[in-house]
């Protein structure tokens, strides 16, 4: 069904079973990755919250959690500028993080990110994404192991990812429909 956010018209996409079943398959990877090493995970607020809270109930190497809060989306468009809301408070040095993102469209957030994680001396980073728009991204990111799908430079919604602030509690992913 389709739904109207303000102006927009937006389409079923990724429906909540596939997205499930998806991560899943991710936090199966992670947990084989990080067997023998305890990973901090930090969660890119506020796009990632519910990605991010499926993905850690199924990772099963204690791991601890915190998160970032960095804007850089006005609407529907990235406006390039980007601001930190809330810092890095956990102490990174020699930790194995793993990033946590609702979705890498140009990479400028993340590019500016993990410029923040890398002065903070960790001893590895890694990316998990649900999302990613592989034609958008200008960057590459040796980072980028765990990508939940792979996506066409499309403006997305639901499960976490806003249209103007809303659309986040939607349990499917949508994507934006022709008016
Ligand atoms: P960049 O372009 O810096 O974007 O990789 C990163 C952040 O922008 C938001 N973003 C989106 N949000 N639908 C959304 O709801 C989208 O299609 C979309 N593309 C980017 C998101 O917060 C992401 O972390
Ligand atoms: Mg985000």
């Known amino acids: 069904m389709k739904i109207q956010i ?29 067997r ?31 998160f970032v809060k960095i804007a850089s989306y006005d609407g529907e468009r990235s406006t ?30 993340l590019q500016f990110l993990l410029e923040m994680i890398y002065a903070e001396k960790p001893a590895s980073v890694q990316v998990c994404s649900l999302l990613y728009k592989p034609a958008a991204c200008g960057l590459s990111f040796k ?6 799908f792979e996506i066409p430079s499309e403006f997305v919604l639901g499960y976490g990812l806003d249209y103007k602030g809303r659309g986040r509690n939607l349990r499917d992913i949508y994507r934006l429909a022709p008016n």
């Open 6 to 34: 303000d102006d927009k018209t937006f389409e079923p996409f990724i429906p909540e079973a596939k997205i499930l079943e998806r991560v899943a398959e991710v936090a199966n990877q992670i947990t084989e990755d990080y």
């Open 80 to 109: 390039g500028k980007l601001k930190v809301q809330l810092g890095l408070y956990s102490d990174l040095t020699d930790r194995h993080v793993i990033v946590v993102e609702d979705i890498v469209d140009t990479g400028h957030t």
């Open 36 to 66: 023998d090493r305890k990973p901090l995970i930090i969660g890119v607020l506020s796009g990632s919250f519910l990605f991010l809270a499926d993905l850690v109930k199924q990772i099963t190497p204690p791991t601890e959690i915190s």
């Open 143 to 148: 980072e980028l192991s765990y990508i939940g």
